[in-house]
Nanobody
Framework: QVQLVESGGGLVQTGGSLRLSCAAS????????MGWFRQAPGKEREFVAA????????SYADSVKGRFTISRGNAKNTVYVQMNSLKPEDTAVYYC???????????????WGQGTQVTVSS
């Protein structure tokens, strides 16, 4: 089992920035592909970004490419997503996820965090 705890959500104005963090515990962190998903009200949960076990490869949804950056610190068992140039359509609950499979671009999570709310005001 892997436990994931997100932090860093909040309210920000359009064009602002936030950095989300996800602390993992329970298993060897570097054995997992890590990612972020989000779910807006009335919509399905969608992929945002993912990063390989070593951190050397990452993948992004087209909607966030160039604005969001995913990174990980294996020594700290933490994955981050830096979100810049935020838009109202980025408003959602953001979930951290971990996957045992090596797939990054088509990440299929095995574990989820509880989510953190990000609200972007216009």
């Amino acid at each position: 089992q892997v436990q994931l705890v997100e932090s860093g959500g909040g309210l920000v104005q359009t064009g602002g920035s936030l950095r989300l963090s996800c602390a993992a515990s329970g298993r060897t962190f570097s054995n997992y592909v890590m990612g972020w998903f989000r779910q807006a009200p009335g919509k399905e949960r969608e992929f945002v970004a993912a990063i390989s076990r070593s951190g050397g490869y990452s993948s992004y949804a087209d909607s966030v490419k160039g604005r969001f950056t995913i990174s990980r610190g294996n020594a700290k068992n933490t994955v981050y997503v830096q979100m810049n140039s935020l838009k109202p359509e980025d408003t959602a609950v953001y979930y951290c996820a971990a996957a045992e499979s090596l797939q990054v671009k088509l990440m299929v999570p095995d574990y989820w965090g509880q989510g953190t709310q990000v609200t972007v005001s216009s």
